[in-house]
């Protein structure tokens, strides 16, 4: 396939697709981040987004990429191959998803996802890239960074020390799930991180917003309200949002509202970013602690 990627500054989304099976409603919906922040970037505004993942062949992978073909992405930098896609059991409570258990990624952890020319190509004339710390891509980031004006990382709710610091200066910015922090522990948070090399570090909050340093000011951003639906996937779509705006020029406080705005979206449809397959008897999973 001729690739339809433009010329443009953009953002290459490299990484991790799940599904995440509703148990209570016997459904399930293509997720994972790096696949979240490709297609929902797409949505909110940056149009040059590209996905590089691992594809499974069996059911659910078939439908991420019929989700992907639906949003306008093509294939050419998808590695097709035999497998269990990664598959995540979750319950919906009055809006918000709890994870039950997971399968640790499917094959995507069997196969780590290695970078070729093309790749490295499209990384250089893209600028930018995005991916996270269920993507099994960290033996990678250093060459990556090496070819990337700016790596944004997901780091979720990790506090390892030894993890950010063979992480953290291939990474420009880092983000952090921590509603479980007050005020003065996110700070004393995002010091650290920071001594680790990372540039700037954002940490989401729930509804308290999230938490922005650049090591030199810090900016705080209030959620936008939503009648919220299902929360899965918000704060993906935060980082979504952020990213659309800073590669578009805009100013870190702008983008950081348009990140808000784009998480509060998220929350008012089903799924990540919807299309619900019903499930079957081979979604069954096995149960492992997520």
């Known amino acids: 396939m001729i690739s339809n990627v433009s010329s443009k500054r953009g953002l290459a989304c490299i990484g991790d697709n799940v599904v995440d099976h509703y148990v209570d409603q016997g459904v399930?919906?293509?997720?994972?981040?790096?696949?979240?922040?490709?297609?929902?970037?797409?949505?909110?505004?940056l149009a040059n987004?590209?996905?590089?993942?691992?594809?499974?062949?069996?059911?659910?992978?078939?439908?991420?990429?019929?989700?992907?073909?639906?949003?306008?992405?093509n294939d050419d930098y998808c590695r097709y191959v035999r497998g269990e896609t990664g598959k995540a059991k979750v319950n919906l409570v009055d809006g918000d998803r709890v994870f039950v258990s997971s399968n640790n990624g499917g094959v995507r952890k069997r196969l780590a996802l290695r970078m070729?020319?093309?790749?490295?190509?499209?990384?250089?004339?893209?600028?930018?890239?995005?991916?996270?710390?269920?993507?099994?891509?960290?033996?990678?980031?250093?060459?990556?960074?090496?070819?990337?004006?700016?790596?944004?990382?997901?780091?979720?709710?990790?506090?390892?020390?030894?993890?950010?610091?063979?992480?953290?200066?291939?990474?420009?910015?880092?983000?952090?799930?921590?509603?479980?922090?007050?005020?003065?522990e996110t700070e004393a948070f995002i010091r650290e991180v920071h001594s680790f090399?990372?540039?700037?570090?954002c940490v989401t909050q729930g509804q308290r917003g999230a938490v922005m340093s650049d090591g030199h000011s810090i900016f705080r951003q209030g959620i936008v309200q939503a009648r919220v639906m299902d929360t899965m996937g918000a704060g993906d779509a935060f980082i979504?949002?952020?990213?659309?705006g800073t590669i578009q020029g805009a100013t870190v406080e702008a983008s950081l509202f348009h990140?808000?705005?784009?998480?509060?979206?998220?929350?008012?449809?089903?799924?990540?970013?919807?299309?619900?397959?019903r499930t079957g008897i081979a979604d069954v999973l096995t149960d492992t602690p997520a």
Not at 29 to 41: E, R
Not at 137 to 144: D, G, K
Not at 240 to 244: N, R
Not at 259 to 273: I, M, T
């Open 28 to 45: 399930y919906y293509p997720g994972g981040n790096a696949l979240n922040v490709a297609v929902l970037a797409r949505r909110f505004e």
């Open 49 to 73: 987004t590209v996905y590089i993942g691992i594809l499974a062949d069996d059911e659910e992978g078939k439908h991420i990429q019929s989700c992907l073909v639906a949003e306008g992405f």
């Open 116 to 184: 070729d020319e093309p790749d490295l190509s499209l990384i250089k004339r893209l600028g930018n890239v995005h991916s996270s710390c269920f993507s099994y891509l960290e033996p990678e980031l250093p060459r990556i960074r090496s070819y990337a004006e700016r790596l944004s990382y997901d780091f979720s709710t990790s506090r390892d020390k030894n993890y950010f610091a063979a992480t953290c200066p291939h990474v420009t910015i880092a983000f952090f799930s921590g509603s479980d922090m007050n005020d003065p």
């Open 197 to 201: 090399g990372a540039p700037m570090v």
């Open 240 to 244: 979504a949002g952020f990213l659309s």
């Open 259 to 277: 990140g808000a705005k784009s998480a509060a979206a998220a929350c008012e449809w089903s799924g990540a970013f919807g299309y619900p397959h």
